[in-house]
């Protein structure tokens, strides 16, 4: 079955950045277009970023130019580095397969951006 397990969330301040991972098994994940979506308190679900397998990488225009999406095809890892944070960024951040919001969800990381 689908696993899909992120880590490298953590508090930071303002202007900081993080790398945030996610260990993918279960599924061919080389050949899946792969998101990350985060949730916010009090707020619904949101797609941020997405790979598709063959070099084409979309985000959201609330992280376009700060975050980056990445893969290892190899190790079957997701990346998402995050630069210029903002405290609006503070959410948990989940990895998920497919885009927009359809799709298996992995449990999340918290990232907390202090002003």
């Known amino acids: 079955q689908v696993q899909l397990v992120e880590s490298g969330g953590a508090s930071v301040q303002a202007g900081g950045s993080l790398r945030l991972s996610c260990a993918a098994s279960?599924?061919?994940?080389?050949?899946?277009?792969m998101s990350w979506g985060r949730q916010a308190p009090m707020n619904p679900r949101e797609w941020i970023a997405g790979?598709?397998?063959?070099?084409?990488?979309d985000y959201a225009d609330s992280v376009k130019g700060r975050f980056t999406i990445s893969r290892d095809n190899v190790k079957n890892i997701l990346y998402l580095q995050m630069n210029d944070l903002k405290p609006e960024d503070t959410a948990v951040y989940h990895c998920?397969?497919?885009?927009?919001?359809?799709?298996?969800w992995g449990q999340g990381t918290q990232v907390t951006v202090s002003p």
């Open positions: 998920k397969t497919g885009t927009g919001l359809s799709g298996n």
């Open positions: 790979d598709n397998a063959r070099g084409r990488k």
């Open positions: 279960g599924f061919p994940f080389g050949t899946y277009y």
